[in-house]
């Protein structure tokens, strides 16, 4: 899955999606727990850092937007035939999500899990088929903590340059491995690149999954250093954003490393870092 060939198009979708807005996000979503005031916090000064103070308990940190785990046995018929994917989550406080593509890989996903766990934070992996037949062990922990696991197809292929059958399979694919090494079939799909088409929208309908985009790209996977994404992710910080980052797809040691340092500053700045929960109707 290397991505250097899709830099320009990746940036030229992000682009176009951003600009799309988050219309028919509140339909997606029920409604929300948080409900704390706004402003971003800014990046980092250089030289020394400030004295952080003690991280208190937060129960709240591990709840979804709206409450502990899915309804039982849901109806997957429900979900809507978009045109666009979701950019973003209702902004109930100051509540962001963080998500991570391209997994599992067992360098870099289980340190992120840790980190995660060390300051009792919830977040979303959108695997790759491939990748999580092999590492179904990382899945069925995803599960027992509690993180949201999205589909991202089987192989990370371009959906614009596949037919809908091949679509299909690749979807299909993927949630089958989810569902036997996690438990739940995805309830979210993200496409490659960003690059979403009619296809895709209806397929990831029918299969029960609603399109999540994202708000901002870290572009981590471009390795730009570990000081970069922690700026972009402390720039972007605002209610309602969904954090794109990568656990697999090449070298994440800079991923892993900026994790460990922009979570916290988030936590202190009094973000909600969190998962989002489906309303069905």
Not at 76 to 81: A, E, N, S
Not at 107 to 112: A, F, L, N, S
Not at 179 to 197: D, I, S, T, V
């Amino acid at each position: 899955m290397q991505k250097d060939h899709f830099l320009t198009r990746r940036r030229a979708l992000l682009a176009g999606a951003v600009s799309l807005g988050a219309a028919g996000v509140a339909a997606a979503f029920a409604p929300g727990a948080g409900n704390r005031a706004a402003p971003a916090p800014p990046p980092p000064a250089a030289g020394a850092r400030a004295a952080r103070r003690p991280l208190r308990p937060s129960e709240y940190r591990l709840r979804p937007l709206t409450g502990y785990g899915p309804p039982p046995h849901a109806p997957r018929g429900g979900t809507p035939v978009r045109h666009e994917p979701l950019l973003r989550v209702p902004a109930h406080g100051r509540t962001m999500v963080l998500t991570f593509d391209d997994g599992p890989d067992p360098r870099y996903t289980p340190q992120i899990l840790d980190t995660l766990a060390r300051y009792e934070v919830r977040a979303m992996f959108f695997v790759c088929g491939e990748m999580a037949a092999y590492n179904r062990d990382l899945l069925a922990r995803m599960a027992d903590e509690g993180h949201v696991v999205g589909n991202h197809t089987w192989s990370h292929p371009l959906l614009t340059r596949l037919r809908r059958s091949r679509i299909r399979s690749e979807m299909e694919r993927t949630s089958d491995v989810v569902e036997r090494a996690y438990g739940e079939r995805p309830e979210w799909f993200r496409a490659p690149y960003g690059a979403w088409n009619r296809a895709a929208f209806q397929l990831g309908a029918e299969l029960g999954m609603e399109p999540m985009a994202w708000t901002v790209d870290t572009l981590d996977w471009t390795t730009p250093g570990t000081r970069t994404i922690v700026d972009r992710v402390a720039e972007g910080a605002a209610p309602g954003v969904v954090v794109l980052s990568h656990d697999a797809g090449g070298n994440r040691s800079q991923s892993v490393r900026a994790l460990r340092s922009y979570l916290p500053e988030l936590l202190d700045s009094g973000y909600h870092v969190t998962v989002p929960r489906r309303q069905y109707v």
